[in-house]
């Protein structure tokens, strides 16, 4: 019998690399437009523990990890990429709770872009960062007013883990070949969250419809644009790929214009902009770019 994977392999490969990104992200901010409807009956943390649950357990069955000695060996490595995986999806879910889609991508989009910024001896990333953080200054009279503080904080805390995610993922994925770590990362997400999520568990033995809520936000969110972004890692160059990801916050706002209702004003958007503008130029003007193998 073939594996899931092989069986998905031909319809992945029959869509273009960077087709296939631009998917992850619509994916990715969808679901995070979802999750939003099951925040009343489970909460940000509970809809997190139950999404880091079953996408664990579906890249489990995909990826199928081997526990070797080697991997078992890396626990401390595998526990801090699982809290740090933890923690910045809960963080993100309770910004998202209480501010605009869009701008809370554009936050946290802050992380990835300040660990470049300090890991690069070039002044020109310096010039990166200030235009982001011009563009999140402009907001800065709307916060406590128009804008929830608390929401912005929950983005910040989101921002420094997916800048941690990032360190991180480079150092599990040397150390535990293959996506066994990710996998790994996902179980040990999910074990540090259950203590915050256990009485938001019973919920979702209460019918089928809400399970299946929360299967469908898994896959939503986690399993499709894994494997599109796998797959379209093989055939793109690393400042291609950078450059397709620099359009996530935009694509956020307007998920969270359409589907959400949000409303961003001109603040918003200009800070948007200058995000994204922020994270296309550090992409176009890395010194050396990866290439596909």
Do not use: H
Request: glycine share 10%; aromatic share 10%; net charge positive.
């Amino acid at each position: 019998m073939q594996s899931p994977t092989k069986l998905l392999s031909p319809i992945i490969l029959s869509i273009p690399a960077p087709v296939q990104v631009l998917i992850a992200i619509l994916s990715i901010q969808l679901g995070a437009a979802f999750a939003i409807n099951l925040f009343s009956v489970f909460g940000a943390v509970g809809t997190v523990f139950f999404r880091l649950v079953i996408s664990a357990f579906l890249l489990f069955i995909l990826i199928r990890p081997k526990f070797t000695r080697e991997a078992l060996s890396q626990y401390k490595t595998i526990l801090t990429y699982g809290i740090t995986l933890g923690l910045m999806n809960w963080c993100f879910y309770e910004a998202i709770a209480r501010i605009p889609l869009g701008l809370t991508v554009a936050i946290e989009f802050m992380g990835p872009l300040l660990v470049g910024a300090l890991s690069s001896k070039r002044r020109i990333d310096l010039l990166w960062i200030a235009i982001a953080v011009v563009g999140l200054l402009i907001l800065t009279p709307n916060i406590g007013n128009d804008i929830d503080l608390i929401g912005v904080m929950y983005a910040c805390v989101a921002g420094v883990g997916w800048g941690g995610f990032v360190i991180l993922s480079k150092r599990i994925n040397v150390a535990i070949p293959g996506n066994d770590g990710l996998v790994f990362g996902m179980i040990a997400a999910s074990i540090f969250m259950f203590p915050f999520a256990v009485t938001s568990i019973s919920p979702a033995f209460t019918g089928i419809g809400l399970a299946g809520s929360l299967i469908f936000l898994a896959i939503l969110s986690t399993t499709i644009p894994f494997y599109l972004e796998f797959s379209a890692l093989k055939k793109l160059t690393a400042q291609t790929y950078g450059v397709l990801i620099t359009l996530e916050p935009a694509v956020a706002a307007i998920i969270g214009v359409l589907v959400l209702g949000d409303t961003l004003g001109v603040k918003g958007i200009v800070a948007i902009v200058c995000v994204t503008i922020a994270a296309f130029g550090a992409t176009l003007t890395q010194e050396k770019f990866d290439t596909p193998e």
